[in-house]
């Protein structure tokens, strides 16, 4: 299947959980790279991701220049690794 031109989430069929449902699949590797993440998003692709052979989720965040200060929070917090560890069941 083809990744669509334009993925829609207001329109059936081209929301983006829905588009990547269909290209999940036990022969795919799912490498993502966001800054944003999700945990109900996460929730509507879950399954499917469980299936594929690879997969890699890179979080990020808008550079703000400069070197990271020691002691500087992380860039995912404890509660997000939490939320994420809830929606994922372990």
């Given at each position: 299947?083809?990744v669509?031109d ?13 588009v990547?449902?269909r290209?999940?699949s ?11 993440f ?21 979080l ?22 939490s ?8």
């Amino acid at each position: 299947m083809e990744v669509p031109d334009i993925i829609d989430n207001s329109v059936e069929g081209q929301k983006l959980s829905e588009v990547l449902n269909r290209l999940l699949s036990p022969a795919v590797s799912a490498d993502f790279a966001t800054a944003y993440f999700n945990v109900e998003g996460f929730g509507l692709v879950k399954e499917n991701l469980t299936k594929v052979k690879h997969f890699e989720l890179l979080l990020g965040r808008e550079p703000t220049g400069g070197e990271p200060r020691p002691g500087a929070p992380t860039l995912v917090s404890e509660d997000l690794r939490s939320d994420t560890e809830d929606a994922m069941g372990k």
